[in-house]
């Protein structure tokens, strides 16, 4: 069962950057479908970007064109890369992995394994 382990959050002032990255231990990521979700105090969690094990890659609406996502399959790893960061981007943020793969998965529950969040705190 692949364990999943995000890093990289913070607090952070609007405008600035954060790199989250997701390392996998007791599986090879390459075999699965990645995603980054993120929830708010109050709110459901949401999809932020995912990325299939083909590369296809999905963002929500909010985040396009400011946040990058990526796999180094070598190093085990996903990676979101966060610029122009806005207070509303404020959450804590979890990696998860889809067994399926090869889909563009958005929802929730398409993902099997989930890490323990980081948070992300974006000051006005």
């Known amino acids: 069962q692949v364990q999943l382990a995000e890093s990289g959050g913070g607090l952070v002032q609007a405008g600035g950057s954060l790199r989250l990255s997701c390392a996998a231990s007791?599986?090879?990521?390459?075999?699965?479908?990645m995603g980054w979700f993120r929830q708010a105090p109050g709110k459901e969690r949401e999809v932020v970007a995912t990325?299939?094990?083909?590369?296809?890659?999905f963002y929500r609406d909010s985040v396009r064109g400011r946040f990058t996502i990526s796999r180094d399959n070598a190093k085990n790893t996903v990676y979101l890369q966060m610029n122009s960061l806005k207070p509303e981007d404020t959450a804590v943020y979890y990696c998860?992995?889809?067994?399926?793969?090869?889909?563009?998965?958005?929802?929730?529950?398409?993902?099997?394994?989930w890490g323990q969040g980081t948070q992300v705190t974006v000051s006005s």
């Open positions: 998860a992995a889809d067994r399926t793969g090869w889909q563009l998965s958005t929802r929730v529950y398409d993902y099997d394994y």
């Open positions: 007791g599986g090879t990521l390459s075999g699965y479908g």
């Open positions: 990325i299939t094990r083909g590369s296809s890659i």
